[in-house]
């Protein structure tokens, strides 16, 4: 059960497109298409942003989208704004019932 | 409005025990699994333990097995996670999560609904 890898920070400028990797095995992110992001503002709860790797919630802006490739699951933000400034985190389905998170990263609107 | 409403949080001595409780409501808790979620300071989310929406199957990271024990009543709308032999590193912010759950035959392995989170404070 070991955390999924994320880069630690990623800036863009507003109206950019900046996209978070996500680093799994083939015993997570590899094995099913369960891919889940979050998003988390300081001193806040994790939103869900994302889920079945590629699905947005109703009221999640279509800026924000998902894939995946082989053990690796991206999300991309386009059209960056302020408020898009927050932690992100992926998280797997690892089976039996049990779930992984990444290691979280730091998204910065210069 | 669908919430969740952790508490239980608190200091506690290494070695000590403490019990969380998530109070739902808005939806048909007994329909939905649950999942405990933490996170240490200045650190990422770490995935604890989840119930089924029944309470008979239980599920726990290697971190916590042997020491949590996650449980449910369903006619309190109240899922527990009751912590023994805590450790310096179960300190964190834990939140109740909500699972997507099963619809027409498809069940989602999400979290859609969090809670603002208790605090756990395990001191030396």
């Known amino acids: 059960q070991s955390a999924l890898t994320q880069p630690r920070s990623v800036s863009g400028s507003p109206g950019q497109s900046v996209t978070i990797s996500c680093t799994g095995t083939s015993s997570d992110v590899g094995a099913y298409n369960y891919v889940s992001w979050y998003q988390q503002h300081p001193g806040k709860a994790p939103k869900l942003l994302i889920y079945d790797v590629s699905k947005r919630p109703s009221g999640v802006p279509d800026r924000f989208s998902g894939s995946k490739s082989g053990n690796t699951a991206s999300l991309t933000i386009s059209g960056l704004q302020a408020e898009d400034e927050a932690d992100y985190y992926c998280c797997s389905y690892a089976g039996s019932y049990t779930y992984v998170f990444g290691t979280g990263t730091k998204v910065t609107v210069l | 409005e669908v919430q969740l409403l952790e508490s239980g949080g608190g200091l506690v001595q290494r070695g000590g025990s403490l019990r969380l409780s998530c109070a739902a409501s808005g939806f048909t808790f007994s329909s939905y699994a649950m999942s405990w979620v933490r996170q240490a300071p200045g650190k990422g989310l770490e995935w604890v333990s989840a119930?089924?929406?029944?309470?008979?199957?239980?599920y726990y990271a290697d971190s916590v097995k042997g020491r949590f024990t996650i449980s449910r009543d369903n006619s309190k709308n109240t899922m527990y996670l009751q912590m023994n032999s805590l450790r310096g590193e179960d300190t964190a912010v834990y939140y109740c999560?909500?699972?997507?759950?099963?619809?027409?035959?498809?069940?989602?392995?999400?979290?859609?609904?969090w809670g603002k989170g208790t605090t756990v404070t395990v001191s030396s």
């Open positions: 119930i089924s929406g029944s309470g008979g199957s239980t």
């Open positions: 999560a909500k699972e997507g759950g099963a619809v027409a035959g498809v069940y989602y392995y999400y979290m859609d609904v």
